[in-house]
């Protein structure tokens, strides 16, 4: 690990000043410090946030609100989390172990960097890494990676579960920065790779994630996320998928669908939702919105299997949603 | 003459592995750690300013004055020799290194101890008390939920913080929540009942 300077501000201001003169924010560092001892990562200042009054979970009106330095494993404890969106805590228990949940923050994991091998391998060519250096992923072992979203110099998939559940549930994102307080949904946090991957979210400089805030639905209670994976626990996803419904009368009145494991940022399913409205809660229906889930899919060479799993995938968490009580 | 052989090997002085790989490894560390810090860079070492905190493991308050780049396992084996803990993967994805900071489990290699002034620190040496194993260690001779043992601390580790979370209600349970420990000799059936077993006595 190459040498790095820690400071420990007091202060929101402070912190934001450190990082917008350059310094990098660490809270849970499951991400950083792993990718700090590759060299991936290279900060010469650390701010380290967790003094700062950023934690905690409330509830407000209709919204769930979240600290950004509340731990994955707190969030997913949280009683009106599972009352209120149990789609958020069932999407954290399925993400990484017992031990990284109880470390990770909620603001860390929306910006926790890809699991592509290649992005770690410092003699391999990774764009995101090294602007220019090529995508050694494209032709290589690449059974993980997205089928949507990519283009030629990015293929890798976001990693985030929870994420998927927040995108799907139209979640905003509350950022405090040198000019002041900004929201925005988190769906627009992630920036698709094009020919710029190195550049993954839209932060400006120095703006630290403060809260998120998951507005409730009449669809919030009835909502799976279904991960799809190599082993039972503990493992990225292949796929995964965080579907919401309001049902009326046996008839699908709104939809929330996201997909994970897939795409290249999570991924909302819109097409699918819409034509989901309307029908009558059966696997027919499912289907027919899974169909259009693949459409763009640009299957690499061992990652074919995607796009057959993909709507069962789909199919499979909306069967799940629909039978919650 | 075998016999001899094997007489001469127990009557020379008597090291345990660790103490012998200390003083073998002593010159060849010393050597090799400048080259390797400019050798993946290709840009000379900045200078490090140490940093102090106080820790305080298994109930003993120390003061410490660390590199900033030690993790929480780096302090306990290297600072404290405390070397129950294990270095398994080193990038958060075995277990092996699981302690407990301020009654939670975490992956120690992960952890930057400059981060956790004043935490408190549960390691696998502070659970036997006054001669006595812990239920949890009990259990694991009991159910042999070992093999070779070099998982075993952070598996004991965090089935204490499982049993303590309350995930450990059933087999399917333990298994899930004892995920993030990884026992490459599979001693997975007799970890899962060590851990059942322990926590129906509490």
């Known amino acids: ?325 | 003459m075998v016999e001899n052989r094997s007489e001469s090997y127990v009557q020379g002085p008597v090291l345990s592995r660790r103490e012998a790989l200390l003083a073998g490894a002593g010159t060849v560390a010393l050597a090799a750690l400048p080259s390797q810090s400019t050798a993946a860079t290709g840009s000379p070492a900045k200078e490090v300013s140490p940093m102090t905190l106080t820790m305080t493991v298994n109930g003993e308050l120390h003061v410490l004055t660390i590199d900033p780049r030690q993790s929480i396992l780096d302090v306990l084996r290297e600072t404290l020799d405390l070397t129950g803990t294990k270095k398994g993967c080193n990038q958060g994805a075995c277990g092996a290194c699981t302690v407990l900071v301020d009654g939670k489990r975490i992956v120690s290699c992960l952890t930057l101890a400059c981060m956790h002034d004043g935490a408190r620190i549960e390691t696998i040496e502070g659970l036997e008390k006054d001669g006595v194993l812990h239920p949890l260690q009990e259990a694991f001779v009991a159910h042999e939920g070992l093999q070779c043992g070099f998982c075993t601390p952070g598996q004991i580790m965090s089935g204490v913080g499982c049993i303590a979370e309350g995930h450990a209600g059933s087999t399917d349970e333990i298994r899930f929540w004892m995920s993030g420990n990884i026992c490459r000799c599979g001693a997975y059936p007799g970890i899962v009942a060590a851990v059942a077993d322990a926590a129906g006595r509490d």
């Open chain 1, 1 to 325: 690990m190459l040498p790095f300077t820690m400071e420990k501000p007091e202060s929101a201001e402070a912190a934001i000043a450190a990082a917008a003169g350059g310094a990098r924010y660490i809270a849970g560092g499951t991400t950083l410090v792993d990718l700090m001892r590759e060299e991936v990562e290279r900060p010469e200042r650390l701010v380290d946030i967790n003094a700062l009054p950023l934690g905690g979970i409330r509830v407000e009106g209709d919204d769930l609100v979240i600290g950004a330095l509340a731990r994955m494993s707190e969030v997913a404890a949280d009683r009106n989390v599972q009352r209120l969106q149990p789609l958020i805590a069932e999407s954290l228990i399925e993400g990484a172990s017992p031990q990284l949940r109880n470390m990770a923050s909620m603001g860390g994991n929306m910006l926790q960097r890809v699991r592509c091998p290649y992005f770690r391998m410092l003699d391999a060519g990774c764009n995101k890494r090294t602007p220019g250096s090529g995508c050694a992923a494209i032709d290589g072992l690449n059974a993980g990676h997205a089928i949507l979203g990519t283009s030629e110099h990015c293929v890798a998939t976001h990693p985030s579960d929870v994420a998927v559940a927040l995108v799907a549930l139209d979640a905003t994102m509350r950022v405090r920065g040198p000019e002041g307080e900004r929201s925005f949904p988190i769906e627009e946090l992630f920036r698709l790779p094009g020919d710029t991957p190195h550049l993954e979210h839209t932060l400006l400089p120095g703006e630290l994630i403060v809260e998120l805030r998951v507005p409730g639905g009449p669809y919030s209670r009835r909502a799976r996320y279904l991960k799809v994976r190599d082993r039972a626990s503990y493992e990225f996803a292949l796929v995964s998928a965080a579907a919401a419904l309001s049902v009326e009368g046996g008839v699908i009145r709104e939809a929330r669908l996201a997909v994970g494991g897939v795409g290249t940022r999570p991924w909302r399913l819109r097409d699918c939702e819409a034509a989901l409205v309307g029908k009558r809660l059966e696997r027919p229906a499912f289907e027919a919105a899974a169909h259009l889930a693949t459409q763009g899919a640009r299957p690499l060479q061992h990652n074919h299997f995607k796009v057959e799993l993909l709507p069962r995938t789909i199919v499979r968490a909306l069967e799940m949603a629909g039978e919650v009580a």
